[in-house]
């Protein structure tokens, strides 16, 4: 068979040599074989070899069998290779040996199949003795080359007893066929005792074995684990690279190493590497071996053309590189380079680095997430710390993450305890049953909240939310004793006092205490690399505070305005519970929620001090706002008064909190600018009524709506002519489309295992539904019409996928949680330089 290749030249079949493919075409040729080709087509010194692309894996995985045509191809291309080599393949005088690597288009270290030193028969070892005058080596890989086609191809799980010592037994001058013969004799016989099974002695067939196992290792179980977990497709399958052996365990000047052109855990300019003389590549991986820091082991001839070339590919991909090298009797060999994997720290301060440096905004910014920007900017556990507590026994139970963060402090079960604690300079995790307004103090107080039951909506959830205080509730295990003061989890028993960790992402409680850090990449690094990403998107982000003190940590994480709603604050300050107790008591006659202007009032003056000039957003009182039912008591009270199910059905509880509001801009002293939107407006009607009776009040308070609706996204553009401002919530737009709460598109169950079954054809928690942003198109001609005014509203997470997506169908305003104000900044950013 015969296609075109990317440049319109027919290339033959499944295969390309590295002289000839497009690195560019990643896809085809996966990582491995792309960063080959290009090495190669710079000029570098790289054995020759071939690709077989990821065509054929896809084949095979299908049909169960190598693809029709592939064997002949793949031999054909051995032909040009030894040619290329100037060795022969089986034989001699000069023995060619090969390495079978996989190589995916999206890398996957260490989770699929390579054979090294594969084309050992008789009389290529016999060559090979020849050749190098050194019977010691030969045995060294007939050995290797046995153990890893016999582990990868015929799945045996033993090398055989006593093979390491008949190879540290041969001496270098030892008869070349008898040490083959004792070595292959010895190798064959462990493994027809392991598997019935003999590794071929047929070069040619070794090899077909060989390709043959690497497309099988596409589906191990740990392959599709590191695919699930990093959320890599299962159908794109993998390259095969077929590529002349050089040998770093041939000699005293010969070795292999692994180096970086920066640090990949701080980020630091400079190579970073190990170098392990006299060994091949699968010794500096396996930590068998210690091997040594480059500067100290390499030759100065070798480092100095390693740095060189190191500097050079970095300048030219633009990107820190994790690069892989044989030297062979002090000649310097490119074997592989990638995409280095970093740490979220590295990650930040490269990107900044690189601006400064010249990098063009959109290549530096290429590497950095908004995950890596979520990790470095919070304090958090050492992950290694954290993954020996869950190997040991420090896990004690995993419940529902409710807030994120990773908090440590002394174990308290009352929350009057809780607040003298922290008064005395105490760090508190409150641990409760369940949580109720009599608990604010406790919590307020508190670095972490846990509670035995409860959801993502409870009273604890919704209040942590609020107060950005970590939180994980439903630790259905964990039973409180107040009387005794202990927490019990099983047969285990922590008493009052006893140091804990708890971790509001995962959910998970330990005993014992983690130190907490915040990377000093979280300082001038991300400053530096958020300033940019702002300059290229033309965005403005306003953050959501609740009390006070969260606005001078929202300006500085870099928003231009400030979100908050009126139940928020009310439940973060205790005053919510009053007036749900208020509408289920006597209920709110006409003059029933003049409590709540004062209420406003008293609580958003502080808060509109602190803003000083920006603009605020104040959501208004939401009754039935999903994710505050349970604090809401949201049956009761719209059974009660079901006219408060609708935006307007009480006129006098939007007036109460307009009223509130001016006086409390008045008291404050502040220019802020400020509007109160309502939630769940879906026609023009209630935004003309809502603006009739904001002008009632006064002229110092804008209204605006909150779209939670596919019938008022349909409708914005009229909407939004009635409006001062427009907010439409993504997450309840998105939920209502696919028929589901808009809480479950901020938990990872149930939605993880309907995509892993195939039930849904895109993530909603991450990406936009072809259905929503069709409806966005049009919202977006509200945007054209009325300038600014309509913005998207995100909570959770930030996916860069979505921003992406908003940003590309021209919205610029923005508001999102406190926490994921600097990740939206960055992907809004990367999303301007995409375009």
Partial sequence: MATTGPGGTADAGYTRVFAEADPSDVDWLGGKGAGLARMTQQGLRVPPGYVIGTGACRRYLEEGTLPAGLADEVLARLADLERAAGKMFGGGPVPLLLSVRS?????????????????????????????????????????????????????????????????????????????????????????????????????????????????????????????????????????????????????????????????????EPGLFGEYLAHSQGEDVVAGTRTPDPIAEALDPAVLDELGTTCSELERSQGDVLDIEFTVERSVLYFLQVRSAKRTPEAAVRIAADFLHEGTAPAVATRHVSPAHVRQVQRPGFDPGEVDRARSGDRLLTTGIGACPGQVGGALVLDSDRAKAAADAGGEVILARPVTSPADLHGMIASRGIVTATGGSTSHAAVVARALGTVCVVGAGEIRVDEASRTLAVGDRTLREGDEVSLDGSTGELFAGR???????????????????????????????????????????????????????????????????????????????????????????????????????????????????????????????????????????????????????????????????????????????????????????????????????????????????????????????????????????????????????????????????????????????????????????????????????????????????????ILALGKAGLAR
Avoid at 145 to 168: C, K, N, P, S
Avoid at 206 to 226: D, I, K
Avoid at 647 to 676: D, F, K, T, Y
Avoid at 729 to 754: H, S, W
């Fill in 103 to 267: 190589g995916a288009p999206i890398s996957m270290p260490g989770m699929m199949d390579t054979i090294l030193n594969l084309g050992l028969d008789r009389a290529a070892a016999l060559a090979m003795a020849e050749a190098t005058g050194d019977a010691r080596f030969v045995a060294d890989l007939v050995a290797r080359f046995h153990a890893m086609y016999a582990e990868t191809v015929l799945g045996a799980m033993d090398r055989g007893e006593g093979i390491d010592e008949l190879v540290a037994g041969v001496a270098p001058a030892d008869d070349p066929g008898a040490v083959y013969d004792r070595i292959w004799d010895a190798c064959q016989r462990a493994l027809a005792d392991d598997t019935c099974d003999a590794v071929p002695d047929d070069p040619r067939a070794q090899l077909l074995g060989a390709v043959e196992a690497v497309f099988r290792s596409w589906n191990t179980r740990r392959a599709r684990t590191y695919r699930d977990h990093h959320k890599i497709p299962h159908d794109i399958g993998t390259a095969v690279v077929v590529q002349a052996m050089v040998f770093g365990n041939l000699s005293a000047d010969s070795g292999s190493g692994v180096v970086f052109t920066r640090d990949p855990v701080t980020g």
């Fill in 514 to 824: 983690f130190p907490t850090a915040t990377p000093a990449a979280a300082t001038d690094a991300l400053a530096a690399l958020l300033a940019a990403a702002t300059s290229a998107s033309g965005c403005e982000v306003l953050s959501r505070v609740t009390l006070p003190a969260d606005v001078a940590e929202a300006m500085a994480a870099g928003a231009a305005g400030l979100v908050t709603a009126v139940d928020d604050v009310l439940a973060a300050t205790g005053h919510l519970d009053g007036l749900v107790e208020g509408l289920l008591g006597q209920g709110a006659g006409a003059d029933g929620f003049g409590g709540i202007a004062a209420l406003v009032e008293a609580e958003f003056a502080p808060l509109l001090a602190a803003a000083g000039d920006v603009e605020v957003g104040v959501r208004a009182i939401d009754l039935v706002a999903d994710e505050a039912r349970e604090l809401l008591q949201q049956t009761a009270v719209t059974t009660r008064h079901p006219e408060l199910s609708v935006p307007l059905g009480r006129p006098e509880l939007v007036r109460a909190q307009l009223e509130g509001l001016r006086r409390a801009l008045r008291e404050s002293g502040s220019g802020a600018r400020i509007h109160l939107a309502v939630r769940h407006v879906s026609d023009p009607a209630e935004a003309r009524a809502l603006h009739a009776l904001a002008e009632q009040v006064g002229p110092e308070i804008a209204v605006g709506t909150y779209l939670t609706s596919p019938r008022a996204a349909h409708g914005a553009v009229d909407i939004a002519a009635v409006s001062d401002v427009v907010w439409l919530e993504v997450r309840t737009l998105q939920a209502a489309m696919f028929g589901i709460p808009a809480r479950q598109l901020l938990t990872a169950e149930p939605l993880d295992g309907y995509l892993r079954r195939g039930l849904l054809s895109c993530d909603p928690r991450t990406t936009l539904d072809p259905s929503v942003q069709r409806l966005l198109q049009g919202v977006a001609e509200a945007t054209d019409r009325s300038g600014d005014k309509v913005g998207m509203r995100l909570s959770g997470e930030v996916s860069e996928t979505a921003a992406a997506q908003l940003y590309a169908l021209g919205f610029r305003r923005f508001a999102v949680d406190a926490a994921e104000t600097r990740p939206l």
